[in-house]
């Protein structure tokens, strides 16, 4: 099976843009989430989606949203663009019923840099 | 704050030694994982060992732990020099009927040839 895959890999945007990123799950996997990692914050849990539903979320603003679509494919967005957004964004999917504390398959992630 | 702290930060040794990592966290779990990084891409999960097991293996590696204290180790036997990554430690939490994976801080294992 192919595996989780991320687009684009590198992105620069300077503030106030928005940047949407994409991420496709391994096949037959429902549940996608995606994680920031920053130098500074470390991994952290943005959202989870599972069938077309937000299931679970962390603790950012509301400038950070995403939804997923009926073949499991998901979306990140993220609008008004601050420096500290510059991070690597990380996908995961996971099977066997698809929980978001499950064994969670990571794509190669988004290097978004806001200049 | 993280739920769970890696410990040391960074551990250097040479090939064909072993490197043990540690994994604390703070409130009771349900599972604990392990997962390898690589400078700067995506994660791989390495083990899996739920609140009811006390030890794991796959291949070179061994993993331990401790529900009363809190605590877990990685253990690499026989290291390469293609163990050289980070290494996070995730532990399963929920807040406000949301549930998610919280990563440690992680450990950067260098190994030399």
């Known amino acids: 099976k192919a595996g989780v895959t991320q687009t684009p890999r590198y992105l620069i945007k300077t503030r106030g843009q928005q940047v949407t990123l994409s991420c496709s799950p391994i096949s037959g996997h429902r549940s996608v989430s995606w994680y920031q990692q920053t130098p500074g914050q470390g991994l952290q849990f943005l959202f989870e989606y599972f069938s077309e539903t937000q299931r679970n979320k962390g603790n950012f603003p509301g400038r950070f949203s995403g939804r997923q679509f009926s073949n499991s494919r998901s979306e990140m967005n993220v609008s008004t663009l601050e420096l500290g957004d510059s991070a690597l964004y990380l996908c995961a999917s996971s099977d066997r019923g698809g929980k978001v504390t499950d064994t969670q398959y990571f794509g190669p992630g988004t290097r978004l840099t806001v200049l | 704050s993280q739920q769970g702290e890696e410990d040391p930060q960074a551990l250097s040794i040479q090939e064909g030694e072993n490197a043990t990592m540690n994994c604390s966290y703070k409130t009771s779990i349900n599972n604990l994982q392990w997962y390898r990084q690589n400078s700067g891409r995506g994660l791989v999960h390495l083990i899996l060992?739920?609140?009811?097991?006390r030890e794991k293996h796959s291949g070179r590696l061994r993993v331990t732990l401790d529900t009363s204290k809190k605590s877990s180790s990685l253990l690499i036997t026989a290291s390469r020099a293609a163990d050289t990554a980070s290494y996070f430690c995730a532990t399963d939490a929920s807040m406000d009927s949301s549930y998610k994976l919280i990563f440690g801080s992680g450990t950067r294992l260098l190994v030399r040839p």
């Open positions: 060992i739920r609140s009811n097991e």
